[in-house]
Each structure stands twice: as structure tokens, then as C-alpha cells.
Nanobody
Framework: VQLQASGGGLVQAGGSLRLSCAAS????????MGWFRQAPGKEREFVGA???????YYADSVKGRFTIFRDRAKNTVYLQMNSLKSDDTAVYYC????????????????????WGQGTLVTVSS
């Protein structure tokens, strides 16, 4: 099972980026997927998640600016980030729920068993 995160880079404040998380080795459409981030000197935190059925959940800090969606045919989950702020600078990780058809507690990192390698997003002010 592999998760490959990509799409990070340098962007000016107010700009947009789209991160991708390509999955292989599992029927990921049956699993919830989460996005987390870790800023320099801080702990990794929940950004958002999409359930196996397509429901989405977001941290308050990104609600209204970030959108998560998935392409089941491509086994890929996306994180569309708009109106980026300097506080969004972090390494972003995608992760897969350890149980299929599970729901709830998406903010809990122990819910996930496979993690991508992370992709760096830098927002310049």
C-alpha cells in the first residue's frame, strides 16, 4: 500500500495550490482519507478529511478556504487550497483510514494506518 502526495510548492499569500494524493495497493474508494500538516516547530495537525461515502470535514482554520474531493477512478484524493495564508506553511500529509466503511473521529491520527511522504507548501507574505 502506497500513498504519494504531490503538488506542494511556493505560493504568494492569497494564492492557490492543489495537492494530490495518489493511492495504490488498496481499494481506497472504500476508505476515508485525511489530510494533516506539520508546520516548523509544531505538532502535526488535522486539516480535513473525506469519508468513504464522500462527506467532508475540515479544521476551523481552513474551513471555507480548503476543499477535499476524490477521483475514485484515479484512486486519488485532492486538497484544493485557496486564499492561502502564511500560517498555512507546512508539510502536508495524506493518510488512509485503517478500516473500510468507517466514519467519525477523522481528526484522530491513530485512525489512519498508511501515510504519504509529505509535500511542502510554503506561503510567502
Amino acid at each position: 500500500v502506497q500513498l504519494q502526495a504531490s503538488g506542494g510548492g511556493l505560493v504568494q499569500a492569497g494564492g492557490s495550490l492543489r495537492l494530490s494524493c495518489a493511492a495504490s495497493g488498496r481499494t481506497f474508494s472504500n476508505y476515508g482519507m485525511g489530510w494533516f500538516r506539520q508546520a516548523p516547530g509544531k505538532e502535526r495537525e488535522f486539516v480535513g478529511a473525506i469519508s468513504w461515502s464522500g462527506s467532508t470535514y475540515y479544521a476551523d482554520s481552513v474551513k471555507g478556504r480548503f476543499t477535499i474531493f476524490r477521483d475514485r477512478a484515479k484512486n486519488t484524493v485532492y486538497l484544493q487550497m485557496n486564499s492561502l495564508k502564511s500560517d498555512d506553511t507546512a508539510v502536508y500529509y495524506c493518510a488512509s483510514d485503517r478500516r473500510p466503511y468507517d466514519s467519525g473521529s477523522y481528526f484522530d491520527q491513530s485512525k489512519y494506518d498508511y501515510w504519504g511522504q509529505g509535500t511542502l507548501v510554503t506561503v510567502s507574505s
